[in-house]
């Protein structure tokens, strides 16, 4: 490879890596919402599967058992939520709300409890890039998209797997029709709630696969608070992506291209405080709710709760 | 509604929280009774605990929730009052390093008035992307907290760092524009100012025509606007500006109250757990107030269990968030049994 293209390899890969906990999360979130459910908590299931993934994975050494546990925490507290928003029939916003909250407070005392008397924390072995045969070795697109770490190509995976599931099936037919018109579809013998929990649970532990990548191919830690609002982003992502899979592997992109653009600009030393680096996520977030909002038509039931 | 019954709801919502607190803590192994008994004792434990952890920590939860009462009472979700009250904290400091030479009868409402105006300027833009783009406020109001977290990361290493530039904080703001303390205690000005401030939304909701088209607006929006010939968009923008305002002023109150300069995290969370103040409250004023002394008495406890029984604060938000689960579900019951009162 000519040194030309080596920093925008760099920088597409590191986009690739950071994109990809917001693509599960998102994916995650894709099948909440096609089913008519706002999940807040998919905040709460991420943190919980960093600390699923941390815990699991120093105690066992071996990291699929913490991506496991990551995906059982993030379900976890998926079904919490589940319970109050759908089955008590509360306001989602504010059950997800409270459910990423306690998710705060219940995996800031688990990780306490599971570090104290260690001043090392929960430090675990990061999963190094795994080359795919042959893919890998094509120039500019082979470093960029398979020379990845395994829940990278697993992301992609589950999308492919979501598409089929949401437009070539009938469970998925189902549950597009629980997101648009629950009366209709209840009044088709369509069991509306018990699919929006499936969605959702299933959206939960999505977004813990999307927390134990951030801890296991990242970070390699757990840290309070560690998603610092990656859950809300990922619900923009979704906005921005349509509500289709395929839009959000490209909204995921762009958000961890925003993210990973203040490493090359930190790399170039230009004198613009960082701090406005770690907004850029955010506030692009907001410029594409924008761009897209009003143009673009959510589930019609979205966030209304289903009587 | 009687009074019995009017609490009634609080207090099982409070009693099961610190139930969950309770078990969740034995599970995991902590001494239960020693941080349930260090979480009282930080509340309660003294007159100078009383006032000076609980009182003061119930002045910011009572503004911000008066605040978000009177957004969700128009069915606009705002979520973002941390990021508010951080931009109010800002922009009360900015002022506050300025007035060294003013009366503090100037100094102080100049500097509660900028964190006003900080925290309401930062509700603009989502005000903006509602009503021109329909971006849904809960999800630009919540994204701002992260960028209100890093200006302030910015501002205290930035512009507004100390003049010594050792610490990531702002100088100590005049002396002419700190609240006055009540003696004995760390209580300031701030505290007469929340209860005041209770009683005169609680007026403008029960007495105004303002506060009776917020309610309208907030229940039937269609209704209000095709019978009541009210202008909706209008009145939720008025709403979600007045909440940041509230937010914003309690940003300033805690500047000038308490810590009198800027900090990074100045705010441990008061702007998610005022929305369980508001809510569990029922969005009644009054109720705010007692909601919020309720939930100063908490996080001052908590604060007392991390020093006495090694048990993290962070604890506390369990407690915070069964409150608002238990909230839901009493208004979601109360909805169900009688489905003509939806609003």
Redesign the interface.
Known sequence: MSGGVAPLVGFLAAAVRIGTPLLWAAAGEVLAERAGVIN?SVEGSMLAGCLGAAIGAYATGNPWMGMAAGFAAGAIVAFGFAV?AIW????Q???G???T??S???T???Y??ATSGRAAGLSVVTLEPSPLPGLGAIPFVGPVLFVQPVPTYLAGLAVVLIWLVLYRTTLGLKLRAAGEAAEAARAQGVRVRLIQTGAVVVGGALAGIGGATLVLAQVGTFA?RMT??RG??A??IV?LGRWHPAGIVLAALAFGAATAVQYVFQAMALDV?Y??F??LP??L??AA??GV??RVRAPSGLGRTVD | MSVLSRFRAPLVAAVLGLTVLALGLSALGYDAPAALAALGRGAFGSWYAFTSATLVRAVPLIVIGLGIAISFRAGALNIGAEGQFSAGAMAATAVGLFVGRWSGLVAVPAVLLAGAIGGATWVVVPVILRRRYRVQEVISTLLLNFVADALVSFMVQGPLQESKRIYPQSDPIAIAARLPLFPGTRLHLGFPLAVALAGFVAIVFSRTIWGFRLKAVGAAPRAAEVSGRMDVARTTTQALLWSGAFAGLAGALEVTGVTYALFLNLSPGYGFTAIAVALIARLDPVGILFAGLGFGALEAGAAGMQRDAGVPAVAVSVVQATIIVVALLAVARARLARPEAAA
């Open positions: 807040l109050v008590a029939r509360t306001d916003i504010i059950a709300t409270a459910l909250m306690a705060v407070g219940v800031g005392l688990i306490r409890q309070e610092a609002g809300f982003i619900i923009a906005v405080p701090q406005f770690l907004m955010y506030l977030a907001l709710l924008t909002a009003g």
